[in-house]
Each structure stands twice: as structure tokens, then as C-alpha cells.
């Protein structure tokens, strides 16, 4: 599954976690509110993706205890944009996370690049 190479990685106060920087965002969860046009035109669609903050060792990500993630409300045109990527042949949960992470990256929510 793809993660957020940090640009920039986030130094941890010491005693934090035996790793003194967050150098990767993982995506944990992701919720949406679907826009049901002409319905309930009082509560437009929205997707809010939540983050936690990791650090990759001997290959794999391993996130950050007790140290708050990033959460990040995608609304308005960047939500109908995101909402009309088309997907691939991956599996749903590989495909929906690698397209929100490029589209945080993309619109500049967040600076880095994906791996895996």
C-alpha cells in the first residue's frame, strides 16, 4: 500500500518514540459524505481523510504512538474533482488510498511524493 514520503519530516520532541523524526503520513481512514444533489442541498458532499504519522524501519511503516496524525477536509470543487477520478484495476482499498494521497499531494495539502 503506498504512503506519503514526508518532504519535509516532522522532528519529535525527545521521548516521544525511539525514532526523533515522522518522516511518512500513512492514510488510516477516509469518510465521505456523498452530495445528494437537489435532496439535502444544506449538506454538500465532502471527504475528510485522516493520517497518521509513521516512520519506515526494516521495510515496513510503523506509525507514531501518542502522536496526533493530520486530518484533512477535502470540500467544495476539490471534492467534485476527487469524486470524479476514475479508478483503476488494483484492489478497491489499494486504488482508493493511492488516489487520495496523490490528490493531497497534487493540490498541495501535503508536500512529499508516494511510495510503497
Known sequence: MKVIELKNPESLPRGIYRQDQATHLKICKYEQEINRSGQCREKPGYF????A???KQ???YIEIPNWPGEEFKIEGTEYDE???IKTSAKS???DITEIIAKF???KGHVEGKLVD
Open 48 to 51: 475528510t481523510v485522516y493520517t
Open 53 to 55: 504519522k509513521c516512520f
Open 58 to 60: 526494516d521495510g515496513v
Open 82 to 84: 476527487m469524486r470524479n
Open 92 to 94: 478497491l482499498a489499494d
Open 104 to 106: 493531497l499531494i497534487d
